[in-house]
Nanobody, 114 residues
Framework: VQLQASGGGLVQAGGSLRLSCAAS????????RAWYRQAPGTQRELVAT???????NYADSAKGRFTISRDNAKNTVNLQMNSLKEEDTAVYYC?????????WGQGTLVTVSS
């Protein structure tokens, strides 16, 4: 399985971006799709998760502003980010976890300017 993240870019504070993570390859059964981020000089942190059963979870910093969703037809998971803040600036990574393996995408840079 390979993950391809896209959608990052430069946006002004208060703006929105939509990240996408397309999965190629075959996997089945229970899985968790997630977005993480890593700002310079910091550890990678969890932003949001979405299980194959439809449960979502968000970091406190993302609650009310970010929404994780899935497009089953495209095997893609999206992260809609609204009301962006400078502190959201980071490289965003998508992750797929199955009972046997975990996979990471290559990361997409989000820069929020004041």
């Amino acid at each position: 399985v390979q993950l391809q993240a896209s959608g990052g870019g430069l946006v002004q504070a208060g703006g929105s971006l939509r990240l996408s993570c397309a999965a190629s390859g075959t996997f089945s059964g229970f899985n968790i799709r997630a977005w993480y981020r890593q700002a310079p000089g910091t550890q990678r942190e969890l932003v949001a998760t979405l299980t194959s059963t439809g449960n979502t979870n968000y970091a406190d910093s993302a609650k009310g502003r970010f929404t994780i969703s899935r497009d089953n037809a495209k095997n893609t998971v999206n992260l809609q980010m609204n009301s962006l803040k400078e502190e959201d600036t980071a490289v965003y990574y998508c992750k797929l976890t199955t009972p046997r393996e975990e996979y990471w995408g290559q990361g997409t840079l989000v820069t929020v300017s004041s």
